[in-house]
Nanobody, 125 residues
């Protein structure tokens, strides 16, 4: 069992930046792929970004060029840097962990084994 905890979020002004953090309890953190998903009211959960242990990253088209994902394995923490946020970025953001690499691009929720509780990000215009 891996405990995943998100932090950050809250209310952000459109055009501003915000950073989410994701901490996990496993000593094997360095081997895992970390992913971020989000779910807006009335919508399905959607992929946002992932980062492999190698540093390989992937992004949804909707956030490419505005969001970045990074990791600090010494702190067992991953980050989602959100820049130039828009109203449509408003959602509950979830951090997820893939313990065994399934495919080349883990962009679906079923690729991930452990999830955080989610954290609200609200963008005001």
């Amino acid at each position: 069992q891996v405990d995943v905890v998100e932090s950050g979020g809250g209310l952000v002004q459109a055009g501003d930046s915000s950073r989410l953090s994701c901490s996990a309890s496993s000593p094997l953190f360095i081997e895992y792929t970390l992913g971020w998903f989000r779910q807006a009211p009335g919508k399905e959960r959607e992929f946002v970004a992932f980062i492999r242990y190698s540093g390989t990253k992937g992004f949804a088209d909707s956030v490419k060029g505005r969001f970045d994902i990074s990791r600090d394995d010494s702190k067992k923490t991953a980050y989602l840097q959100m820049n130039d946020v828009k109203a449509e970025d408003t959602a509950v953001y979830f951090c997820a962990i893939e313990t065994a690499m399934v495919g080349s691009r883990p962009t679906v929720a079923s690729d991930y084994d452990y999830w955080g509780q989610g954290i609200q990000v609200t963008v005001s215009s």
